[in-house]
């Protein structure tokens, strides 16, 4: 039950552990190759493109999400990289944990 309840808890969270939103693509409507199917759901194919069109647009929003969290994911992992390597070196540990001694000390030119 607590494996549980801790998978639910990490499932919800935005944080560290947060997980990038999952985009599925909508389905492409049908249309019928023969001509008397094509008049009879002409009205019901129209609206499934419409509907199509509607959930494309929010995947689309989806990827753009996904992909700024990557970003933001991406930053934040840099920030303790570059504090991670910095306490290795104030600690005496970057030659033997194979950290380059001059990463994240370089001063922005």
């Known amino acids: 039950m607590k494996i549980l309840a801790l998978m639910l808890l990490l499932a919800g969270s935005n944080g560290a552990f947060g997980q990038a939103p999952i985009c599925i693509p909508p389905e492409e409507p049908w249309v019928p190759v023969n001509d008397a199917d094509?008049?009879?759901y002409a009205d019901l194919i129209a609206a499934d493109f419409e509907h199509y069109f509607q959930e494309l647009t929010h995947h689309f929003q989806c990827l753009e999400?996904?992909?700024q969290d990557g970003i933001e994911r991406g930053r934040a992992a840099g920030e303790r990289h570059?504090?991670?390597v910095a306490r290795t070196k104030a600690l005496g540990l970057g030659d033997s944990?194979?950290?380059?001694?001059?990463m994240g000390s370089k001063e922005p030119e």
Do not use: K, M, S
């Open 38 to 40: 094509f008049r009879e």
């Open 65 to 67: 999400q996904a992909w």
């Open 97 to 102: 944990l194979g950290v380059d001694p001059g």
């Open 82 to 84: 570059a504090a991670f």
